[in-house]
């Protein structure tokens, strides 16, 4: 027990005595008397673990005081409780200088070829153990260097992180470190750049001097160190870049690459290495690259126009990759917005152009009204396309549109509209208003975007109704879709629904498919309808919540059911089994798909095929012979409580006793 839960026991039973002068000559002896080192470095050495703990938890916390207790925290370190042995390394590791009797049992602790059995975590072990090392200084320096010789990859990670922790006080390292940078292991490779990169720019000249080194893997690790030097080698500017000049291994571009703009060349200079890189064919290159031209506004600003002239590149390849790195810069590309209009027009759209348009944000909305309203219909198509990639930020300039003279323009707006969705509702009384609108187009654009927004619907239904009766077909079924999408499945009627399933509109299908299930048996004749849209993965799972809404009348869907299963979806086979109950007897085509799903992993997919045997097996006894022994397990849960309320349907001479627990 700790001293302060001592104390507060004692404080306890002194109110309750009324001994309170008692009590503050106990706390002043427990705050004038902690325990001696002597006394805890014995504690330490008990078979019991709870003593040891309190003397680990109380040496951790004494700082240098603790350092008499040092050989009995170098063998806690062999101690199998966890808590132990991260008390007793942090003990040592604050002793710093203090603790050099500790470096070869801390350095035999990171060899992973002597297994002692311990289960604490092995990353955890080896960043506290290097951690330890890494406080002592100086004097761990040589005996670290010897280990990062050893044929021992978790020996030499260890010391390397130890090494890199110590910063420049570990320059004597840096041949040793650079050696290393050529390893087998690329873990130990990885972890070497980055503490050559800490020790800093003492390494700085030995890491220059590695870029010319005839194995690329250390001259990649080298330029890597330098790329997470902090501060930077600025002394290496233009090494680094003579180096990415004559460079052809494009392991050893990219870490050059990062390293460009880290040592501080010009942004101008950068910028002509890194565009060849951004547009290589090799995509971890153009990765690099990418992430060197994102790492420097400076870089950034200077490369935009050196792209733009890309996009307009005879190599399809190319122009696309631009384009790819104007989309990552973002507004900051705004300047090459000419060049990226005139290659999405031309491409008609093409997905990298639109994304790299969209990643310039809400600003590039009124040239793209403009394109609509005075470009020819060939030429701007693509721009409705693209509108609603913008999100939410676009929703006041795209209420703005709504108003344009152009239908083209008010039609491309109201459907970027309704595909944000409910975050565009600012925009429903201006859409409200296009709902009059001289335009069938844009009347239909308008009653889709208003159910797309989720307007008020009070408003809203009346609308639609009367719409039914346009003349224009596109604006009657987009009313229709409306209605149905707002609950009006029984003044559309089946045939009304089905017609929706047959239109060009998502998101009527997928209001036709949900009312028709709302229909119940009433939506019989839509069976087939409904399954011919069941491999849209937009539909699928309401194409088969709806026909568990038909019920029995549903019964012909079940081949196509069983066949679905085949995927091993467990969520379609959820729900196909929540569907074969509603049918019933007349699924009688799931029963082996039925049977074979009370063994399923999903304890879920069993409890409802459970229920599912008990609604289409007609044969009671083969039902009861499965049930039964389920319903009556010591093993509770959802299997168990299905199979209970599933075989309390069946006579009780059925039952071969009570069923533990309730349904």
């Known amino acids: 027990m700790r001293p302060r839960e001592v104390i507060f026991r004692q404080f306890s039973r002194a109110l309750a005595g009324g001994i309170f002068t008692a009590l503050l000559a106990t706390c002043a002896q427990a705050a004038d008397a902690p325990p001696s080192v002597d006394k805890l470095t014995e504690k330490l050495a008990s078979k019991d673990r709870e003593a040891r703990r309190e003397a680990a938890y109380q040496l951790s916390h004494l700082g240098k005081a603790a350092k008499p207790a040092l050989p009995a925290l170098i063998k806690a370190l062999d101690d199998d409780d966890k808590q132990i042995w991260s008390d007793a390394i942090a003990t040592i590791a604050a002793l710093g200088p203090d603790a050099q009797e500790a470096i070869p049992v801390l350095l035999d602790r990171l060899d992973g070829r002597k297994n002692r059995g311990r289960q604490r975590e092995q990353r955890q072990g080896v960043i506290r153990t290097a951690y330890a090392l890494s406080r002592i200084g100086v004097a761990v320096v040589p005996p670290l260097v010897q280990a990062l010789g050893e044929n021992d990859s978790g020996l030499k990670i260890g010391a390397t992180r130890a090494l890199g922790g110590m910063g420049p006080m570990a320059k004597d390292a840096v041949p040793a470190l650079i050696k290393n940078l050529a390893?087998?292991?690329?873990?130990?490779?990885?972890?070497?750049?980055?503490?050559?990169?800490?020790?800093?720019?003492?390494?700085?000249?030995?890491?220059?001097?590695?870029?010319?080194?005839?194995?690329?893997?250390?001259?990649?690790?080298?330029?890597?160190?330098?790329?997470?030097?902090?501060?930077?080698?600025?002394?290496?500017?233009?090494?680094?870049?003579?180096?990415?000049?004559?460079?052809?291994?494009?392991?050893?571009?990219?870490?050059?690459?990062?390293?460009?703009?880290?040592?501080?060349?010009?942004?101008?200079?950068?910028?002509?290495?890194?565009?060849?890189?951004?547009?290589?064919?090799n995509e971890a290159l153009r990765?690099?690259?990418?992430?060197?031209?994102?790492?420097?506004?400076?870089?950034?600003?200077?490369?935009?126009?050196?792209?733009?002239?890309?996009?307009?590149?005879?190599?399809?390849?190319?122009?696309?990759?631009?384009?790819?790195?104007?989309?990552?810069?973002?507004?900051a590309a705004m300047d090459a917005m000419p060049a990226l209009l005139a290659a999405a027009r031309s491409s008609g759209g093409a997905q990298a152009y639109a994304d790299a348009v969209t990643q310039l944000g809400p600003q590039v909305l009124p040239t793209l009204f403009d394109l609509l309203q005075a470009g020819k219909p060939e030429d701007s198509k693509w721009v409705p396309r693209i509108l609603h990639d913008f999100g939410p930020p676009a929703v006041p300039a795209l209420s703005e549109a709504l108003k344009s003279n152009c239908p083209e323009v008010r039609v491309a707006a109201a459907t970027a509209l309704g595909q944000i969705g409910p975050d565009a509702a600012a925009a429903s009384s201006p859409l409200f208003v296009l709902t009059k609108d001289s335009s069938a187009p844009v009347q239909a654009a308008a009653f889709r975007g208003l159910v797309a927004i989720h307007a008020d619907s009070a408003r809203l239904k009346p609308l639609l109704q009367e719409a039914m009766s346009s003349k224009d077909a596109d604006v009657s079924k987009a009313a229709a879709a409306g209605l149905a999408a707002l609950g009006g499945a029984s003044q559309l009627g089946v045939n009304g629904l089905v017609g929706l399933l047959s239109g060009d509109d998502a998101p009527g299908r997928l209001a036709a498919v949900q009312s028709l299930g709302q229909l119940g048996a009433a939506a019989a004749p839509a069976v087939e309808p409904l399954l011919a849209h069941i491999d849209d993965p937009a539909l699928r799972m309401s194409v088969i919540e709806s026909l568990g809404q038909i019920g029995p009348a549903a019964a012909s869907a079940v081949p196509r059911l069983v066949k679905l299963a085949e995927e091993k979806n467990t969520d379609q086979l959820m729900a196909i089994m929540i569907t074969c109950t509603a049918i019933g007897p007349g699924g009688k085509d799931a029963l082996p798909l039925i049977y074979a799903s009370v063994r399923h992993q999903s304890i879920d997919v069993c409890a409802l095929a459970v229920t599912a045997l008990a609604n289409v097996e007609t044969d009671d006894a083969k039902a009861i012979a499965i049930i039964s022994p389920l319903a009556h397990s010591s093993v509770t849960g959802p299997v168990h409580r299905a199979a209970v309320k599933a075989l309390a349907k069946y006579k009780p001479s059925a039952n071969a006793g009570q069923a533990r627990g309730n349904p």
């Not at 160190?225 to 003579?242: N, Y």
């Open 183 to 281: 390893d087998g292991q690329e873990p130990v490779r990885d972890e070497t750049s980055q503490a050559l990169g800490s020790i800093g720019s003492v390494a700085g000249p030995a890491l220059i001097a590695a870029l010319q080194d005839p194995e690329a893997k250390r001259r990649a690790g080298a330029a890597a160190a330098l790329a997470q030097m902090d501060p930077a080698f600025r002394d290496g500017a233009k090494d680094v870049e003579q180096a990415e000049v004559k460079e052809t291994d494009v392991s050893v571009r990219g870490p050059l690459l990062a390293a460009l703009i880290r040592t501080g060349v010009p942004p101008d200079r950068c910028v002509a290495l890194i565009l060849p890189a951004l547009t290589d064919e």
């Open 287 to 331: 990765h690099a690259a990418l992430n060197a031209l994102l790492n420097s506004s400076a870089v950034r600003k200077a490369a935009v126009p050196k792209l733009a002239p890309l996009l307009a590149d005879s190599n399809p390849a190319v122009r696309e990759r631009a384009a790819h790195a104007l989309a990552r810069i973002g507004p």
